[in-house]
């Protein structure tokens, strides 16, 4: 009978990614936790194999290990611009429900801990309250050492250009700008990856859990420069586009939900770069990194 391994935020970027990639793997029987198991995406996740069971990180610990019941291993991702503050509270007591029902291993979804590595000057919740809900599952895993933690870092999102960060018509009107605050004068690039990546990573890690066992594996399909990112745009649409620089303190004025929050993510980027002192060679030995320009071939952006 095969292991049961169980994945948060299974109707969601990362989720979904895993959810399709162990699927593909075939060695894992696959329990899709949903919000709202009678949605679309739901549907369509039972339709591909999955069994989906209603859970979220909201819930109750008692419900979450009832949703997680008999599960080899967890998938988890917790989402900071749902939950803000929250997040570390969530995440913890998923980990808890996951230690005392009886899981063996469990994959979290972090990020660096930019106030410990910048001593104090740098602060990014987002980055911040994942560091922290990792170290409670390292610790959890101290106290009970068959109970197996790794962790999959993300770069900057590939989905994010175009989108969140768009590319716009230059006033001259024959060229176009994207615009980032992706310091040109850093000697560190940009670590940019599709999403995607995510999911034949996490399954590669389940299949190998005394390997990992205690291990963050970073990826990035592309480390560039906002030119380069440039370069790679008008390549793949045919048109001529250039980099902007925006400062992060400009960025932090704009006013939008969040933009704070991200000035300082580029900050911290600019400075330290987004997986400081970790081994960025371990992602590429578990599977094929997706490049940008191979994922602008597949997502084309569109200029008119």
Same mark, same amino acid.
């Not at 339709?47 to 109750?60: L, N, Q, R, T, Y």
């Given at each position: ?67 997680? +019941?008999? !599960?080899? *291993?967890?998938?988890? &991702?917790?989402? @900071?611009?749902?939950?803000? =503050?929250? /997040? ?27 106030? +410990?590595? !910048?001593? *104090?000057?740098?602060? &990014?919740?987002? @980055?911040?309250?994942?560091? =922290?809900? /990792? ?170």
């Amino acid at each position: 009978m095969s292991k049961i391994i169980s994945v948060f935020g299974a109707t969601g970027a990362q989720g979904g990614s895993v959810v399709r990639a162990l699927l593909k793997d075939g060695k894992f029987k696959v329990r899709a936790l949903a919000r709202d198991p009678n949605s679309d995406a739901s549907k369509k996740l039972k339709a591909e194999g999955c069994e989906v069971v209603k859970c979220d990180v909201v819930d109750s610990k008692q419900d979450i290990e009832a949703a997680i +019941k008999g !599960s080899y *291993g967890v998938f988890l &991702v917790t989402a @900071f611009w749902h939950y803000f =503050e929250k /997040e570390k509270e969530y995440g913890n007591k998923v980990a808890d429900a996951c230690f005392d029902a009886g899981v063996e291993h469990l994959v979290f979804s972090g990020l660096s801990p930019c106030k +410990k590595i !910048s001593n *104090g000057r740098i602060d &990014v919740p987002h @980055f911040d309250l994942k560091a =922290e809900i /990792e170290d409670h599952i390292r610790e959890l895993s101290k106290k009970k050492p068959q109970f197996i933690s790794s962790f999959v870092y993300v770069p900057f999102y590939m989905q994010n250009l175009g989108t969140l960060f768009k590319v716009d018509k230059s006033a001259d009107g024959n060229s176009y700008t994207i615009s980032l605050p992706a310091d040109p004068s850093s000697k560190i690039p940009l670590d940019i990856g599709d999403v995607d990546d995510v999911g034949p990573l996490a399954s590669g890690i389940f299949n190998e859990p005394s390997k990992y066992s205690g291990v963050v594996v970073p990826y990035a399909g592309s480390s560039l420069s906002g030119d380069e990112i440039a370069k790679s745009i008008s390549k793949a649409t045919g048109k001529q586009v250039n980099y902007n620089y925006i400062p992060t303190k400009v960025f932090a004025t704009f006013g939008f939900p969040g933009a704070v929050e991200i000035a300082n993510m580029f900050d911290f980027y600019n400075e330290f770069g987004a997986f400081y002192s970790l081994d960025t060679s371990l992602a590429s030995k578990i599977t094929k990194l997706t490049t940008l320009d191979k994922y602008l071939e597949k997502n084309p952006i569109t200029l008119n």
